[in-house]
């Protein structure tokens, strides 16, 4: 019973996650992209801090919950185990690219250094970034799914 609850409670959270970066790529990347960029600058000072105050307890939560469940179906040996450690280490890799990518790009767009000039080219590389996180995401909560099938 402690099992299913451990994957439930995370597959809960990835979804929230998962859902989460998917509506940012199809809803506010293509605004952002629409923008002048003076006004996506401008517009990006007072919403980046809304943005990580969203989404900074919501990846953290998505990351430990998954990493908890491995560690508990490894512990146990529960028939899940395989599948919770997939999960695991794909939110592992989604973690990484914050660090790997996003947390210099978005301090260059909170700042201004990105420049007007080189807007365009940033936001579409960041779009390019936040879809990869975005496919591991989903693909973590798969893993997470099958999960809870396989420990019934």
Known sequence: MLT?????????????????LLTEAVIL????RSLAPKTFLDLHSS????????FAPLTIAATVMPVVSAIYCV??????MSYAVASAALILCTFCLYFYYFKSA??????GAVGV????????RW??????R???????LYFALVAIAVAG
């Not at 990347?29 to 952002?32: A, E, L, Q, R, T």
């Open 4 to 20: 299913f609850t451990i994957l439930t409670l995370t597959a809960f959270v990835l979804g929230l996650f998962a859902g989460s």
């Open 29 to 32: 990347v293509p605004y952002w």
């Open 47 to 54: 919403l980046g801090p809304l943005l990580y105050k969203f």
């Open 75 to 80: 512990w146990t040996h529960s028939n899940a």
């Open 106 to 111: 978005n301090a260059s767009f909170a700042s």
């Open 117 to 124: 000039d080189g807007l365009a080219d940033e936001l579409r």
């Open 127 to 132: 779009s390019i970034w936040h879809w990869l």
């Open 134 to 140: 975005t496919v591991v995401a989903m693909a973590a």
